[in-house]
């Protein structure tokens, strides 16, 4: 069974500081992908990053960075000089890889983050 | 490229009612799928598709739910009779498939969301 927890419900922080999203999977699977999506209010998800469990790089997309550690089964997404339009709810989700092709995602609870002004 | 359709956007029905979501994934796209969202949670995965064919179904409540994507395009989704906790975000999403010379198949794992229908059941 596949779990994705993130354990922030909410978090609230002024523009223009740093803040980081926590994400901790838990998996059987040796292949496997996460993801985060952001949902606006909007509510229609958007995908923001894939990574696969052999590339534990860090990656960095302008005000966004994430760092994969396998070793503590963690997925973190960090915004750098946050701003209002960053205010949504974030979800980190799993994917494995069964070898007829990909499963659907597991998503966790999603953390509420909010910019303000 | 236009994204994922689906419709209706809004519908409110009342409890032992039947009602459809329609779903029109992006135009080549093998990979079809449903997710329940209730409110102030993730997403949960009902059903997959690969083109007319389920892959997945364990988490779909067969005794109420039923879905189908006949021709390998679109899909529809069915609640039959419904109940209060069917009150949710339906999302319907897609993805598309990569296939090696060999024959085996890839389903790419970026998954592409529609709007969503959002369904309340009095």
């Known amino acids: 069974a596949q779990k994705v927890t993130q354990a922030q419900t909410e978090i609230s922080v002024v523009e223009k500081e740093d803040v980081t999203l926590d994400c901790v999977y838990e998996?059987?699977?040796?292949?496997?992908?996460l993801f985060w999506y952001k949902q606006p209010p909007s509510g229609e998800l958007v995908f923001l990053i894939r990574r696969n469990s052999f590339d534990e790089q860090n990656e960095i997309s302008g005000r966004y960075s994430w760092n994969f550690q396998k070793s503590t089964s963690s997925f973190n997404f960090t915004i750098t000089a946050s701003q209002v339009v960053d205010s949504a709810v974030y979800f980190c989700?799993?994917?494995?890889?069964?070898?007829?092709?990909?499963?659907?995602?597991?998503f966790g609870k999603g953390t509420h983050l909010i910019i303000q002004p | 490229e236009a994204g994922v359709a689906q419709s209706p956007r809004y519908k409110i029905i009342e409890k032992r009612q039947s009602v459809a979501f329609w779903c029109n994934p992006i135009?080549?796209?093998?990979?079809l799928y449903w997710y329940q969202q209730i409110l102030g949670q993730g997403p949960k995965l009902l059903i997959q598709f690969q083109n007319n064919g389920v892959v997945d179904d364990s988490q779909l409540p067969k005794d109420r739910f039923s879905a189908e994507r006949l021709k390998g395009v679109d899909s529809t989704l069915k609640i039959q009779p419904a109940k209060l906790e069917d009150s949710a975000v339906y999302l319907c999403a897609s993805s598309f498939v990569v296939v090696r010379p060999s024959g085996r198949v890839i389903v790419h794992n970026e998954q592409f969301f529609g709007p969503g229908t959002r369904l309340t059941v009095l």
């Open positions: 135009s080549g796209h093998a990979t």
């Open positions: 998996t059987r699977d040796t292949t496997y992908y």
């Open positions: 989700a799993l994917s494995a890889y069964s070898g007829g092709g990909a499963d659907g995602l597991t």
